[in-house]
């Protein structure tokens, strides 16, 4: 799965709460600075000019790298097909992170009885229906139904991604936002094309992040699998060695946060919609994800809260003129 | 109101259905071409790398015109406060276009007990409850909670935004997306300093759009304002100059599509915001905003799919490689 960055390890601390103000205490640091702006939900946040910029060139520095690739380039917004979302086993693994986007199909009528509720500050949701779109919760997720069906070229395709996710995962730590953008780059292919997209981007990945200073451990991970159930699903997951997350401390500099992630979804995706290898074998894939808010939050409690004092050769290598 | 960009006169030609075959065509010729990728919902597409490239550079021109003016740089996400949702109207004025956020906050038992409804393809959404956010509506809208009772300094404040808005409007018309960008320049300050800035964006726009050879129209327009009394809104909005939209062809050769929009709020905000003047009076403020997509399928239906071929001033003026 490809539910990015999730960070097992940072799981662990955040609901072991004796850590919890370290969190906090760097949320108030970029608010204080003017980097994050607090919008009046816990993980959603506006951000300044400067903390964007940031994002943009380590953005670029990804893009550049990624080009060598020669990846066909595609955009998606952070909503996607319900149906789409019906087929990939959100619902069953991770049913608490999802965003189901309702609205209002009423008449005039049904609009004043809407608005009695919501004056007399009763529930008036209930009046909505659900819009034919879900929340985005992984940037390639629209990627898939795009080549339901189809047979891939020999030797398979490679994707750049960038784009919005949603989770719904309320949180003080600065770093675990309920929106936020990756940068990904997916390849479906051959079980060996998934697995050698994963092991470059692995070694890849790791020398992004050194040039411009972050010093990233790569660990074996899990994603966030629901409830009594979701136990054996992480175990197997980490059994079969298929999430590697980069991690550095970021809020609390005892538990490090995944920046970064690789994944090996083996046939999920390939099955879920029918996507054929050149050779007609069902597809697998794997992704490589940069949490793009997580790296500006990783670099700025790095190299410091104003950008003008951070290293000349990282300045250098993000061309912040 | 700052919902953007309406088109009331594109509005008009859409319910008015005998042109709807021209937007159709367009937009499976910008499909055919693969400037935009179906995700099966209508108004909803991922975008190629170059459609996506000419959005950045039109983006990177409208930011340098705008650095004159000196405006506080911000970004806000697709997604904002509840809270504050229901203090700008919104469901009064345009409940059918809004986008509740819900998701699952049950334990296991209960997830069980959704399951069952999907596995049986019942309506697995009732078991779902209201998150604390909605979708963006309008890209200024999160902003002004940001100041909310506080006091502006003189000359009040200019602010630089972009970011992406939703609205529930299924389309068959490329122009008429469910999410889309905006980039946007609000004032806000005192009415003449809110009329000052809406009279420099109607010559400024125009100048814009001008330079990339998109010949837009100024005129007086409405906001979709929902149901019978409605009309009422629409007519008052227009009587007092409030809304102005720069339109052009797309689509449908014979009915403009509004692609960017210059609107005076009063002291909407301001009010329900306790948004007050170095004075002490209640804000007003104005905005204008770039619909970004729009632009790209403007300067796609003006000078052709392949932006190889666009003429070489326009190239040059986006700095298209």
């Known amino acids: 799965m490809c539910v990015l960055p999730s960070s097992a390890v940072h799981d662990t601390s955040l609901h072991g709460e004796p850590t919890g103000s370290a969190y906090e205490a760097y949320r108030d640091e970029l608010i204080a600075a003017g980097l994050l702006i607090p ?4 993980g959603v946040y506006g951000r300044s000019g400067t903390f964007e910029n940031v994002i943009d060139r380590f953005d670029a520095l990804v893009t550049k790298h990624g080009r060598a690739l020669n990846p066909v380039v595609m955009r998606f917004p952070p909503v996607f097909a319900r149906s789409n979302y019906e087929k990939i086993d959100h619902i069953n693994n991770f049913p608490d992170l999802m965003g189901s986007v309702h609205t209002f199909l009423g008449d005039d009528k049904q609009h004043r009885q809407m608005l009695g509720r919501f004056e007399a500050k009763e529930d008036w949701t209930q009046d909505l229906q659900p819009a034919a ?3 985005t919760p992984a940037i390639c997720y629209p990627l898939y139904p795009t080549v339901q069906g189809k047979q891939l070229p020999a030797g398979g395709r490679r994707v750049d991604l960038q784009g919005y996710a949603f989770r719904h995962e309320p949180s003080d730590d600065p770093a675990r936002m309920q929106i936020f953008r990756m940068h990904e780059y997916v390849r479906l292919g051959t ?10 981007w692995l070694d890849k990945g790791q020398e992004i992040f050194e040039s411009v200073g972050l010093k990233t451990e790569r660990v074996l991970a899990n994603d966030p ?3 009594r159930g979701g136990k054996v699903q992480k175990v197997m997951q980490r059994e079969q060695n298929l999430k590697y997350e980069f991690v550095i401390p970021v809020g609390n500099p005892d538990k490090p946060t995944a920046i970064g992630s690789c994944n090996y979804h083996l046939d999920h995706f390939g099955t879920a919609f029918d996507i054929r290898t050149a050779d007609g074998e069902v597809a697998h894939s794997a992704c490589v994800g940069f949490g793009l808010e997580r790296v500006a939050l990783a670099l700025f409690k790095t ?3 104003d950008v003008a004092d951070w290293p000349a050769e990282v300045r250098d290598v993000l061309a912040l003129a």
């Open 133 to 135: 779109v879900m929340m």
């Open 303 to 305: 190299h410091g809260l």
């Open 39 to 42: 919008l009046g939900v816990r």
């Open 191 to 200: 079980p060996d094309e998934a697995l050698e997209h994963r092991a470059y």
């Open 225 to 227: 699998f629901f409830g």
